[in-house]
């Protein structure tokens, strides 16, 4: 007798999973932000590539491996800087600048454009170079040739949506929102 299989129809698996989702984000909001932060960014990081060899393979260029260690390396950075950094750095926003604040939504912006945002990204750069190993000297020259264009395209690209990630979202998935839209920033930058 054949079975099928319903999970992605039945709507009540996506209701208790959602519902469990929000219960562990109630009992255990740092580790489950985490956790999701985790996986996303390796699935981010592997979408990417992903994307790169099927490129790579329409275009008859040289074959690009997937590198195995690439997405473990964003799950540790995920898993142990973005999840618990992110979930503090946003109720500190709130403590800082509540509603109640003239001009708060400007001043949130601002505060996590002009100082969260280039500190984040230094501490990414220092980190994924030394979970792959590289010397002093390699983080020193990347951060030269790399930190500015990268920071100016992070203001380009994230400003709007850390605008309404941290001024219309609310502060229990502020990180997931913004996990989920780096995963489709990894994928665009593919």
């Known amino acids: 007798m054949p079975t099928q299989?319903?999970?992605?129809?039945?709507?009540?698996?996506?209701?208790?999973?959602?519902?469990?989702?929000?219960?562990?984000?109630?009992?255990?909001?740092?580790?489950?932000?985490?956790?999701?932060s985790g996986i996303l960014s390796?699935?981010?990081?592997?979408?990417?590539q992903a994307l790169e060899y099927r490129k790579s393979n329409k275009e008859n260029s040289p074959k690009k491996k997937i590198?195995?260690?690439?997405?473990?390396?964003?799950?540790?950075?995920?898993?142990?800087?973005?999840?618990?950094?992110?979930?503090?750095?946003?109720?500190?926003l709130e403590v800082l600048l509540p509603n109640t604040v003239p001009y708060c939504l400007i001043k949130r912006l601002l505060l996590e454009r002009l100082i969260f945002a280039p500190a984040f990204l230094l501490l990414f750069y220092v980190v994924m170079n030394a979970l792959e190993g590289k010397t002093l000297a390699n983080v020193q020259n990347?951060?030269?040739?790399?930190?500015?264009?990268?920071?100016?395209?992070?203001w380009?690209?994230?400003?709007?949506?850390?605008?309404?990630?941290i001024n219309y979202v609310p502060v229990q998935f502020?990180?997931?929102f913004a996990n989920l839209v780096a995963l489709f920033w990894y994928a665009y930058l593919a």
């Not at 469990?20 to 956790?35: A, D, E, M, N, R």
């Not at 390796?42 to 990417?48: E, R």
């Not at 540790?76 to 500190?92: D, E, N, Q």
Request: overall charge positive.
């Open 142 to 154: 990347k951060l030269k040739t790399s930190y500015w264009p990268a920071m100016k395209m992070n």
């Open 42 to 48: 390796a699935l981010g990081n592997l979408l990417s």
């Open 156 to 165: 380009k690209v994230w400003t709007p949506i850390q605008f309404i990630n």
């Open 174 to 176: 502020r990180v997931l």
């Open 67 to 92: 590198n195995v260690l690439g997405p473990v390396h964003f799950a540790i950075f995920g898993l142990f800087i973005t999840g618990p950094v992110s979930h503090y750095f946003y109720h500190l």
């Open 5 to 36: 299989s319903v999970l992605i129809r039945d709507s009540s698996f996506l209701t208790r999973a959602l519902q469990q989702y929000l219960s562990l984000l109630k009992k255990y909001p740092i580790i489950t932000k985490s956790v999701t």
